[in-house]
């Protein structure tokens, strides 16, 4: 819950793989993208979506399911038409004239994905390296690199749903691409899995790889990305980094203590006068107390809390966390 | 569309096609012909009282009766899940993501198991045409040959169909229903429409229109490409007189057959958009 993981854009864009080169231009433009289906266009997937992803950045895409996540990335790999608007990728119009150049440039995971299951997973690698005209070389390099490489020779029929994502993330990394889509990447995977999987991600930020990636599990991804989008019924709610998105609402902060016992009374006198919820239960049986104030007079009350001497036995500050971010952007 | 890229096209035609190679649909396919055509050829004829080989141009027409019905059968069955059933997947979207343009998918699933259907095709009755060639001669060698020429045509133009009919269909089952009725439709049903018109109308629609309408149907084209090539089934048939001799020239059937094929993947092209 301790999240501090506030990275400026400004850092980002002097980070790795971009350090001797001049400011690059986002990767990825959307202006005033939409998105209707149905034979009235009354379902709204998209509506009006204005983004810029900053190259070499690790960009969340959040949202409920149905949100129009996945409608999104469609749109910007050039598989579903935008009812309006422009999308640039890699300085590129989608699916303008010289796109299949930029698709070699391109990585991209769709989600639940069923790859073919009388391949193997290397033969799986090896068609794909073949259609993204890159040499076979890296293809047990990249099943290596997602944990596959003892069950290369095996049908992907008898892939566990984890090793099918893991198999699938490998193709999006064949031909080293500068850009990568990954839609819910880490369904279906357990907890080391998905530790496994964003030690990848980070070190293809590391190389200045730009990585976009959706999800609907906020405690997972807060902590990873570098920026983020909030996406709700097709529409942009708010977006920057976790910190921006905290600083803009104003979110209370928590601060959870332990007290000797008995010492309730105290604790409401060092805190007289400062903007700080209390319980109901002071405190005086010893538990954990939550208190909550606005996030400018935390360190007032953290200074008034020292006060209580040694008879302050734990403090903890919490931020807060997306999560709250997306459910105080929901009304 | 600007240019179409031969790569791509072979490598998503080589792995359909070594998918049914690897699967055994090859295999099991030209076991199918093979037996077939075999059982036709030495007891086709016990009916009339003996059983052994008799003459080629009986077990041609015989063969054809059969295949028929069993390659557009299994072409449809083959051809019809190639576009929706990788939709369905979700790995049709992987595809379209890499340096692959939709013309190039189509044209390369189609290869691929037109390759396939056609390398069974060969050798299931390839096998039983090598079995036959003792007792056969040149000219029934050739007309045995031309058979097998026009089932693979036949067979193209099913798949071709049924490609079709994977871009059309919203989902595999709507694939598979509509596969089923188009080969109703040709098989069993489009003859006895031009039947009964005729016979309706006393003669009088059709007539001389008649023959022209057996070319809207890729079975028929296949049937009038093997019957009126061979003289004994002609005068058998009693069909001569009604037939134009225009249309007996197999270049000509060949090249509206040619045209089944063209014509459903130009559609399977032009209405695969995002
Ligand atoms: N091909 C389609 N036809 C009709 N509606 C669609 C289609 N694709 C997506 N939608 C609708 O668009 C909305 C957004 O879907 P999606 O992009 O898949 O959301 P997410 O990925 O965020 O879960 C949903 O209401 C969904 O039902
Ligand atoms: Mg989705």
């Given amino acids: ?10 850092a980002l864009s002097g980070g790795a793989g971009a350090a001797a080169s001049p400011p690059i231009a986002p990767p990825i433009i959307l202006a005033g993208v939409e998105k209707r289906f149905g034979p009235t266009g009354q379902i709204r997937a998209v509506d009006g979506v204005h983004l810029e992803v900053p190259a070499g950045a690790l960009f969340g895409l959040i949202g409920h399911n149905g949100a129009g996540k996945s409608t999104l990335f469609k749109m910007m790999l050039g598989l579903v038409t935008p009812s309006a608007g422009s999308i640039t990728v890699l300085g590129r119009p989608v699916n303008g004239p010289d796109f299949r150049q930029v698709r070699r440039s391109i990585g991209y995971l769709p989600e639940n994905v069923v790859l073919y299951d009388n391949l193997t997973g290397l033969e799986t690698l090896r068609f794909f390296a073949d259609l993204k005209g890159v040499t076979h070389a890296g293809c047990p390099a990249a099943l290596e690199r997602v944990g596959l490489a003892h069950a290369a020779g095996r049908r992907v029929r008898e892939y566990s749903k984890g090793m099918r994502q893991r198999l699938g993330f490998a193709q999006a990394l064949l031909g080293d691409p500068r850009l990568l889509f990954l839609d819910e990447p880490t369904t279906g995977l357990d907890p080391e899995a998905i530790r496994d999987f964003y030690r990848i991600v980070a070190e293809l930020r590391g190389d200045g790889v730009t990585v976009v990636l959706t999800s609907h599990i906020l405690a997972e991804i807060q902590e990873r990305v570098d920026c983020l989008a909030i996406l709700e019924s097709g529409r942009i709610k708010a977006q920057g980094t976790v910190q921006q998105l905290r600083d803009g609402l104003d979110l209370p902060v928590t601060l959870a203590l332990r007290l000797a016992e ?3 009374p105290l604790l409401r006198a060092v805190l007289a006068g400062l903007p700080v919820t209390l319980p109901e239960d002071d405190g005086t049986g010893g538990g954990v107390l939550s208190l909550a104030c606005p996030r400018d007079a935390k360190l007032a009350v953290v200074a008034a809390l ?6 302050l036995l734990d403090l903890q500050v919490q931020e807060p966390s997306l999560e709250d971010v997306f459910f105080g952007t929901r009304g | 569309m600007a240019m179409l890229d031969l790569h791509p096209i072979a490598v998503i035609a080589g792995k359909e096609f070594w998918d049914r190679i690897r699967n055994r649909w090859v295999l099991a396919v030209a076991l199918v012909f093979t037996v077939f055509a075999l059982s036709i050829a030495y007891f086709g004829t016990a009916q009339q009282g003996s059983v052994g080989f008799r003459s080629i141009d009986l077990t041609i027409a015989s063969l054809v009766s059969l295949v028929i019905y069993l390659i557009p059968l299994i072409a449809l069955m083959l051809g019809f899940d190639a576009i929706v059933g990788e939709k369905e997947r979700g790995s049709l979207d992987l595809l379209l993501t890499l340096p692959v343009t939709r013309v190039e998918v189509i044209l390369g699933k189609y290869l691929g198991l037109a390759g396939a259907l056609t390398f069974s095709s060969v050798a299931g009755f390839g096998l039983v045409g090598l079995i036959l060639s003792p007792q056969l001669n040149v000219a029934a060698l050739i007309h045995y040959a031309g058979f097998m020429g026009s089932a693979i045509l036949l067979g193209m133009a099913f798949l071709s169909l049924a490609v079709m009919v994977s871009v059309l269909a919203l989902d595999r089952t709507r694939a598979s229903g509509l596969a089923i009725a188009l080969w109703f439709f040709f098989v069993l049903i489009f003859d006895l429409l031009i039947l009964g018109i005729l016979v309706v109308s006393g003669g009088q629609f059709g007539g001389d229109a008649f023959p022209y309408l057996l070319l809207l149907n890729p079975a028929d084209v296949f049937r009038v490409l093997n019957v009126f090539s061979l003289d004994e089934v002609r005068t058998l048939y009693g069909l001569a007189t ?10 000509l059937l060949c090249a509206v057959m040619a045209a089944w094929i063209a014509a459903p993947l130009g559609v399977a092209m032009w209405r695969f958009k995002p």
């Fill in chain 1, 1 to 10: 819950m301790n999240a501090d993981t506030s990275l400026s854009l400004a």
């Fill in chain 1, 262 to 264: 008995g010492h309730g």
């Fill in chain 1, 306 to 311: 020292m006060g209580l001497g040694d008879r």
């Fill in chain 2, 242 to 251: 009604v037939f134009p001799p225009a249309l007996s020239h197999p270049a």
